[in-house]
């Protein structure tokens, strides 16, 4: 069973930049479709940016584009999310997740890390 353990969340002024970490577990992250998602307060969870297990596929949020940018590195068997530029409105619990067959961005992936809060505050 695949697990999911994310770090790297944090506190950061407008304008700075945070990596986001998801180190997997019990399986091969390699063959997964991967994803990064986001919930603020009160607001539904969304697709951040995603990408196939075979990268066929890639998406990104547009309020994200050019600022975040997803990658995994199979040696490491972790998922990354660079997030530069970053916003108030980035303010989120953010979540990692794989699912082994999605070539889409919704929240519905087989397996999911715990969340990790990230707040972009001056």
């Known amino acids: 069973q695949l697990q999911l353990v994310e770090s790297g969340g944090g506190l950061v002024q407008p304008g700075g930049s945070l990596r986001l970490s998801c180190a997997a577990s019990?399986?091969?992250?390699?063959?997964?479709?991967i994803g990064w998602f986001r919930q603020a307060p009160g607001k539904e969870r969304e697709g951040v940016a995603c990408?196939?297990?075979?990268?066929?596929?890639?998406w990104y949020a547009d309020s994200v584009e050019g600022r975040f940018t997803i990658s995994r590195d199979n040696a490491k068997n972790t998922m990354y999310l660079q997030m530069n530029s970053l916003k108030p409105e980035d303010t989120a619990v953010y979540y990692c997740a794989a699912d082994r067959y999605s070539v889409s961005c919704r929240p519905n992936y087989d397996h999911w890390g715990q969340g990790t809060q990230v707040t972009v505050s001056s």
């Open positions: 019990g399986s091969t992250l390699a063959v997964y479709a």
């Open positions: 990408i196939s297990s075979w990268a066929e596929f890639q």
